[in-house]
């Protein structure tokens, strides 16, 4: 399958309308891919994470009223800068100190009740967020990667999976998270999933998650 064959059928997944022009827009994006990718890997230094950017752009473009963007060139490298400034400033922090993006960076030891209610209330709707939209699989990659900050070869160790196979899944579960389905969550995973991830940010032992993510994607 060619590039422009790939951004075509990745934009089918977003919008099923009849698109207008659409090949000529599709054409644009592939002739800008090259420069896009290297603003990605300028700005982050990974060659994952520029690819993730390059194919959130690439969404973005699909999604965009593109009769009033006067320069689709200056559009989409703009587009690219802001996305890679974005992941460089996110919550994400290394497995070893971070709680992930629904939690502080370092528990508050002298915290109130109240406002460790407020926290385990922010973790408890994210966890349904994720089990409503989310595979097991799009689910287990997402939370090792936002959250932890996990490398794509040791999620794939952690769940049983191939790394080219993990950088799917996460490009799968931004889709759906931001598709906004919704399937019946189980009260029992709901609150297992919010404990291991409590656990897990609390005390920086992520063997218990780790455990419970990789059952539920062999189950």
């Known amino acids: 399958m060619s590039l422009l064959e790939s951004y ?14 659409w090949d000529g827009a599709a054409a644009t994006f592939v002739g800008a891919a090259p420069r896009l990718y290297a603003i990605g ?6 060659t994952g994470e520029a690819e ?11 999604r965009a009223n ?14 690219t800068t802001r996305l890679a400034i974005n992941v460089t400033q996110s919550a994400r922090k290394r497995r070893e100190t971070s709680a992930g993006p629904w939690l502080p960076d370092t528990p508050d030891q002298s915290a109130g009740p109240e406002v460790a209610a407020e926290r385990h209330e922010a973790v408890d709707g994210a966890v349904r967020m994720l089990l409503e ?3 097991a699989a799009e689910r287990g990659v997402y939370l090792l990667r936002m959250a932890f900050d996990y490398p794509y070869r040791q999620i794939g160790e952690v769940l049983g999976l191939s790394e080219e196979h993990t950088r799917q899944l996460l ?11 919704v ?8 609150r297992r999933l919010v404990r291991a ?16 993510l990789a059952a539920e994607v062999n189950r």
Do not use: M
Request: proline fraction near 2%; avoid cysteine.
């Open 66 to 79: 593109r009769s009033v963007v006067v320069s689709p060139a200056a559009f989409l490298a703009l587009t």
């Open 171 to 181: 490009r799968r579960a931004r889709h759906h998270l931001a598709e906004g389905r």
């Open 183 to 190: 399937r019946p969550v189980s009260g029992g995973a709901h």
């Open 8 to 21: 075509r059928d990745s934009a089918t997944q977003v919008d099923d309308r009849t698109i207008s022009g």
């Open 41 to 46: 890997l300028r700005v982050l230094q990974d």
């Open 133 to 135: 939209r989310l595979t």
């Open 52 to 62: 993730d950017v390059v194919q959130e752009t690439w969404l973005r473009w699909a």
């Open 197 to 212: 991830f409590l656990a897990a940010a609390r005390s920086g032992e992520l063997g218990g998650l780790e455990s419970l």
